[in-house]
């Protein structure tokens, strides 16, 4: 084996997910900071989105794991066909995934994405001649506007995506809206 193949692997190894073949959390931190950076430079705004699976821990003791791998490879599919080449995906751990879309101006761009997300999340996945219904709850902040920097980002697209589970799931929430409706506990930082 070549040094060239090695170097790959350890790559391949380091920063994607075996599971979904996703890129992982060190991949996306990586991403995100450099995004982060590039965007207060050029003055040019992205959107930071956070995914969390539906009901995953319920799919995963009524079917099992192994049922709910084939659900996690199946949305990791899913959110690949819902985005832009140009866009980062990354599975951070468990049913947990984000979403990098860079050069985002306004929000309509965004909201075609959530609702592509949205809507992909929500078809049955068959295991076993079973049908499993999850869907996807996002949280979304736009980058630099809502964090000074890369952690206060990350914990608005994470109240936003609160705010998606509290108010039903199946849908996505702004970080703004977050905000105005969270309790004061969660507003107090």
Same mark, same amino acid.
């Given at each position: 084996?070549? #040094?060239?193949?090695?170097?790959?692997?350890?790559?391949?190894?380091?920063? &994607?997910?075996?599971?979904?073949?996703?890129? =992982?959390?060190?991949?996306? =931190?990586?991403?995100?900071?450099?995004?982060? +950076?590039?965007?207060?430079?050029? %003055?040019?705004?992205?959107?930071?989105?956070?995914?969390?699976?539906?009901?995953?821990?319920?799919? =995963?003791?009524?079917?099992?794991?192994? +049922? %709910?791998?084939?659900?996690?490879?199946?949305?990791? +599919?899913? #959110?690949?066909?819902?985005?832009?080449?140009?866009?980062?995906? /990354?599975?951070?751990? @468990?049913?947990?995934? /984000?979403?990098?879309?860079? /050069? *985002?101006?306004?929000?309509?761009?965004?909201?075609? $994405?959530?609702?592509?997300? $949205?809507?992909?999340?929500?078809?049955?996945?068959?295991? =076993?001649?079973?049908?499993?219904? /999850? @869907?996807?709850?996002?949280?979304?902040?736009? @980058?630099?506007?809502?964090?000074?920097?890369?952690?206060? #980002?990350?914990?608005?697209?994470?109240?936003?995506?609160?705010?998606?589970? &509290?108010? %039903?799931?199946?849908?996505?929430?702004?970080?703004?809206?977050? $905000?105005? *409706?969270?309790?004061?506990?969660?507003?107090? +930082?």
């Amino acid at each position: 084996m070549e #040094l060239n193949d090695i170097q790959t692997q350890l790559e391949q190894i380091a920063y &994607r997910d075996p599971l979904t073949d996703l890129p =992982n959390r060190r991949f996306f =931190n990586d991403t995100f900071r450099r995004l982060l +950076a590039q965007a207060r430079r050029d %003055g040019v705004g992205f959107a930071l989105m956070l995914i969390d699976l539906d009901y995953f821990k319920q799919i =995963n003791d009524t079917f099992g794991h192994d +049922a %709910g791998d084939a659900l996690l490879i199946e949305q990791a +599919a899913r #959110l690949r066909a819902a985005v832009r080449e140009v866009d980062s995906i /990354a599975r951070l751990g @468990g049913d947990e995934f /984000a979403v990098l879309l860079p /050069a *985002t101006t306004g929000r309509e761009a965004v909201e075609i $994405v959530c609702k592509r997300i $949205v809507e992909a999340a929500a078809l049955p996945v068959f295991f =076993n001649s079973q049908a499993i219904r /999850a @869907g996807a709850s996002i949280g979304v902040a736009l @980058g630099p506007d809502d964090g000074e920097d890369a952690d206060a #980002l990350y914990k608005s697209a994470d109240l936003a995506l609160y705010q998606a589970k &509290r108010e %039903g799931r199946g849908t996505w929430r702004w970080y703004g809206q977050a $905000v105005s *409706t969270a309790p004061s506990s969660l507003t107090e +930082a």
